[in-house]
């Protein structure tokens, strides 16, 4: 177990951490939105004349939010803020909470407008900068208890995501990963050629990746140099998919959730 002598991140701390990571994620998420413009027009697949045919009459005032010419503005300010946050997150007052608040309000409308074009790096990204925005402004006991959920919630990721790995024989074969590179969307030809033509790296790094996510939760409970261990492997594992996949909002998204995973096992620590 971690040292109960004290901990490494205050609540405020972590929190800030959190934004401080979450942030740039959002910026990025909100450039690629930005850029493909053409998508959100007209006849376009996130048109909103296509994804909000089945938008409830209730809330047609947000709906009105989400018609491009508004929504622009929206993925401006989630830019703009997300930009900003590591700042204010280093800046002592109620700045960090401010710009939290407004990420969070960005990230939901992306999230409810549709769907189509998000993923888990988008869900995750939300449930961190509701995490910080309420711990940055109730703070006690509730930001405590939302900086647990947001550990748990990252420890369940991995293991869902672990578990379903290994129940498939292309992954347990190691055949997958070589598969996977060789897709439209993720293609890397030359990492895929190169796993091709040395099978045992490839069952090497997809069992490894398989390990790692069912285990990951073991870092709550682990001494502090093994639970740096753990984290370190985890930001290793999103760097590469970033670099070979182009899944970049994935290493900001789930790295965010870190500071709250230290600051749970700490307090794990001190009971």
């Not at 027009?41 to 010419?69: F, K, Y």
């Not at 700045?95 to 409810?112: I, K, P, T, Y």
């Amino acid at each position: 177990m971690l040292s109960a002598a004290g901990p490494l991140l205050s609540g405020a701390e972590a929190a800030r951490a959190v934004l401080a990571l979450s942030g740039p994620g959002l910026a990025v998420a909100a450039a690629r939105d930005l850029r493909q413009a053409r998508e959100f027009t007209g006849g376009g697949v996130l048109s909103w004349a296509v994804i909000g045919t089945n938008w409830p009459r209730q809330l047609a005032p947000v709906g009105a939010l989400l018609v491009w010419e508004r929504y622009r503005v929206v993925l401006a300010l989630q830019l703009t803020a997300g930009v900003v946050a590591p700042f204010a997150a280093l800046t002592p007052g109620s700045g960090a909470a401010v710009v939290a608040w407004l990420l969070l309000a960005a990230a939901l409308l992306s999230l409810h407008r549709g769907g189509y074009g998000t993923d888990g790096a988008d869900q995750m990204s939300a449930l961190a900068v509701l995490c910080a925005a309420v711990t940055l402004s109730v703070g006690g006991t509730i930001g405590r208890l939302f900086l647990l959920f947001l550990a748990c919630q990252l420890l369940l990721s991995y293991l869902i995501a672990g578990a379903a790995k290994l129940v498939s024989p292309v992954w347990r074969d190691g055949s997958c990963l070589a598969q996977i590179l060789s897709t439209h969307s993720y293609r890397s030809p030359r990492l895929a050629s190169l796993l091709r033509s040395r099978p045992r790296m490839g069952l090497l790094l997809s069992w490894g990746v398989m390990m790692l996510e069912v285990t990951f939760w073991c870092a709550v409970f682990l001494p502090s140099g093994p639970m740096w261990a753990f984290l370190a492997a985890g930001a290793a594992l999103h760097l590469g998919i970033a670099l070979t996949m182009g899944l970049h909002t994935f290493v900001f998204a789930f790295l965010s959730a870190y500071p709250a995973l230290v600051f749970t096992a700490t307090t794990f620590a001190r009971w």
